[in-house]
């Protein structure tokens, strides 16, 4: 069994910034890519930003040049550091693992509002 814990989540105003952690334990054999995905109300969950084990990064274009993946593969942890932040930010993030599956955290809101 393995669980992901997100954290980091808040209310920040308009160019604001936030890190988003996600710390994954449990019975992990090996974890290949992990990723944040974001859900924002009435709209369906949709990647944001990807890293490969071997620190190969991708990023949706509408996040691109202002947030910044990161892993620490030592401590199984996932980093999103988000600057820059817009209303249309807003939403529940998400992180995964590819393991021997996917594994998905239970999320964490991020609100932009002034």
């Known amino acids: 069994q393995v669980q992901l814990v997100e954290s980091g989540g808040g209310q920040v105003q308009p160019g604001g910034s936030l890190r988003l952690s996600c710390v994954a334990s449990?019975?992990?054999?090996?974890?290949?890519?992990m990723q944040w995905y974001r859900q924002a109300p009435g709209k369906e969950r949709e990647q944001v930003a990807t890293?490969?084990?071997?620190?190969?990064?991708n990023y949706a274009d509408a996040v691109k040049g202002r947030f910044t993946i990161a892993r620490d593969n030592a401590k199984n942890t996932l980093f999103l550091f988000m600057s820059s932040l817009k209303p249309e930010d807003t939403g529940v993030y998400y992180c995964?693992?590819?393991?021997?599956?996917?594994?998905w955290g239970q999320g964490t809101q991020v609100t932009v509002s002034s």
């Open positions: 890293i490969s084990n071997g620190g190969v990064t």
């Open positions: 995964n693992l590819l393991s021997d599956r996917i594994y």
């Open positions: 449990g019975d992990i054999f090996f974890i290949n890519t």
